[in-house]
């Protein structure tokens, strides 16, 4: 009696433990920010992170505030974000007079042991300029992994990879010897390398995991936080 009691508190149990596991993972909200003055507009979207493990949630909001280039405040939150967005827009006002901006900040995978923020920068006036960025940051220490933290393999293979999967990216380059390896990130089924192309600062290389996992320091093992593989 006493051996089922036990089973049925043991089946009971089970649904809480996916909550026990997720209390470390990131509590995000969006924000929008939209100015338009004359012929010239800023928008800005950000998956906002107001909850989750410190370490990486102070260096997800420095590496934002970098993003959108303003001097992160002493004590950064939802009460006084919206002001670090309308110093982001004065300082463009400043510095970019005649141009259109558009920011997109979003959190793009996470699992126990990191977190991965992407944001893509779009610059329009006479012409069209892209900044890409893909930045993971651990849970143990908060610290953005390294291009070495995340590849065993020497530079040549990986610049490689990144020429096998350029897709339709305007490389300008006639091979992949002439690629200039840049930051790296996990993102949900692909390893993403920033790199050089035509009318980009930075252009995201998007590297199946599979194809990847040969040449990575170590395998994923902290499981997804949506189980959703993005595909192309």
């Known amino acids: 009696m006493k051996l089922r009691r036990l089973f049925l508190f043991m089946v009971l149990c ?8 997720a209390e470390n993972f990131f509590t995000t909200t969006g924000y929008s920010f939209v100015r338009r003055s004359g012929g ?8 906002f992170p107001v909850d989750g493990e410190a370490h990486a949630l ?34 463009f006002l400043k510095e970019d007079s005649g141009m259109s901006r558009c920011v997109e900040i979003v959190r793009s995978y996470e699992d126990e042991e990191i977190v991965t923020y992407q944001s893509q920068v779009v610059d329009r006036d006479t012409a069209t300029w892209r900044d890409e960025d893909c930045a993971s940051f651990s849970k143990e220490d908060g610290h953005r992994l390294s291009i070495r933290e995340i590849f065993k393999c020497p530079e040549r293979k990986i610049k490689q990879l990144m020429w096998q999967y350029r897709g339709d990216l305007p490389v300008g380059v006639s091979g992949p010897d002439e690629l200039v390896v840049g930051d790296a990130g996990y993102i949900d089924g692909w390893v993403v390398v920033i790199g050089p192309a035509r009318g980009y600062t930075g252009a995201a290389y998007r590297i199946r995991y599979q194809v990847a996992e040969p040449y990575l320091q170590g395998k994923r093992t902290g499981g997804y936080y949506d189980g ?3 595909d192309e």
């Open 58 to 91: 102070d260096s997800v909001k420095a590496w934002i505030c970098d993003i959108l280039d303003v001097d992160e405040p002493q004590e950064l939150d939802e009460a006084n974000f919206e002001n670090v967005m309308q110093q982001s827009y004065d300082t």
């Open 40 to 47: 010239q507009s800023y928008a800005v979207k950000v998956d």
């Open 14 to 21: 089970l649904p809480a433990l996916p909550l026990a596991a």
């Open 228 to 230: 959703e593989e993005d």
